[in-house]
């Protein structure tokens, strides 16, 4: 029978897990749908777990200052890698969502950058730094942040293992962002900078290559 000791150290597992699985079933969800729920099990999964959330001041100035710090440079980074040709050449070939204002004004701040911080910067690490402490918990948020772009690499045609390595690099800095911080605030902000700058880029090449064609 399972002790109430091993039960809290495999409740961290478990939901790391069960965030991945998502990942799987989310894509085959219509859009709105999908929108909705990612938005909405975010939410609960805070709640749950009573993960502090930080967007009260004096964190929340804290967390503001840090994570527009933080998603200027990350634009800057965004707007500097679209000068390589293989960068225009993939944002050129990428399949874009139908309504590019749905895009930019729900399904990235809301579905994304809201349901993806709530759930692993915040739902996840809190679960995980109980147990395994904060370097723990940021290190597992991390892992399941980066599994949970395999469907994206695949669907995109993007090589898996660099985009799981990438994106776990990424939720590890989005995690230290919220511990530095002390809100969410910060990696919810350097998200949407990165997310909302490549959508803008790619949006506006495959407008531009559009116009080229004869």
Known sequence: MMQHNDFRRVQPLGLAAALVGWSFVAPRLPARRRLLLQAGVAGVLVRVTRAPLGLRPPRLWAGFRLGLAAGSAAAIGVLVATSFPAVRLSMAERELPASASTWLTLQIPLGTVWGEEAAFRAALAAVAGRVYGV???????????????????????????????????????????????GSLTAPMLAHMAINESAAAAALIIQRRSGASRP
């Open 135 to 181: 370097a723990g918990g940021r290190l597992l948020q991390a892992l399941a942040f980066g599994l949970s772009h395999i469907v994206d690499a695949r669907a995109t045609g993007e090589p898996v293992l660099p985009t799981v390595l990438a994106t776990g690099g990424a939720g590890w800095i989005f995690g230290w962002l919220a511990d530095h911080s």
